[in-house]
């Protein structure tokens, strides 16, 4: 049972154009939200946090929206560059300091 | 910042060997954790560990044991290794209770031969 989906598995986006990647949850427990970013041969990376109690969090080129009645999650981020090709990953934690993963979207930004 | 560092890049063992991981943090922090990756089923949560010599079962325990004996170190065994545990394996840390991002190693790729 998938409490963290990410229904896209690939994304391809023309450099400086809108990324608009998405995660949906079910458990409502879950009360921080946040995206990493992964490159192969590499660890995940921190990108972007949200807290339930925000609807919208902004860090330069990224920026995360919460929809806490959709039980969604959206990262955005413009413009898009080619060195932001990777794989995304959203995670939720609860009460709890456990993060449940989503599957992640592939993103591929073309020059 | 914060380091995670796992011994191994990549690694190959034999079915039926006990495999031991290994992951060091250098920020003092509480918690530690054990993933997996597989294609299409993103992170999934083995052990972790909210302080030395605690240890909690995650998601998918099964075949797979852990040692926190000091703060900074967390190691994953696999008691008698399978090919079904050939995989990307990440360790992660983070900072006391509440919101608190994980930081990850750059993951151990286990081959189970």
């Known amino acids: 049972d998938q409490q963290v989906k990410q229904n896209s598995p690939s994304l391809s986006v023309q450099e400086g154009r809108i990324s608009i990647l998405n995660c949906d949850y079910t458990?409502?427990?879950?009360?921080?939200f946040l995206w990493y970013k992964k490159y192969p041969a590499e660890g995940p990376t921190f990108l972007i946090s949200?807290?339930?109690?925000?609807d919208k969090n902004e860090d330069g080129r990224f920026t995360v929206f919460l929809n806490k009645s959709a039980k969604h999650l959206s990262l955005h981020i413009v413009p898009s560059q080619p060195g932001d090709s990777a794989v995304y990953f959203c995670?939720?934690?609860?009460?709890?300091?456990?993060?449940?993963f989503g599957s992640g979207t592939q993103l591929t930004v073309l020059p | 910042d914060v380091k995670v560092t796992q011994s191994s890049r990549y690694l190959v063992k034999r079915t039926g060997e006990k495999v031991f991981l290994e992951c060091v943090q250098d920020m003092d922090h509480e918690n530690m954790f054990w993933y997996r990756q597989d294609p299409g089923l993103g992170l999934r949560l083995i052990y972790f560990?909210?302080?030395?010599?605690?240890?909690e079962k995650g998601d998918i325990p099964e075949g797979y044991s852990v040692s926190r004996e000091k703060k900074e170190r967390f190691s994953l065994i696999l008691e008698s290794a399978s090919t079904n545990q050939t995989s990307m394996y990440l360790c992660a840390s983070s900072l006391g209770q509440g919101n608190q991002p994980q930081h990850f190693g750059d993951g151990t790729r286990l081959s189970i031969l």
């Open positions: 458990n409502s427990m879950f009360d921080y």
């Open positions: 560990s909210y302080d030395v010599k605690m240890k």
């Open positions: 995670a939720a934690a609860g009460s709890a300091r456990q993060l449940t």
């Open positions: 949200i807290s339930s109690i925000k």
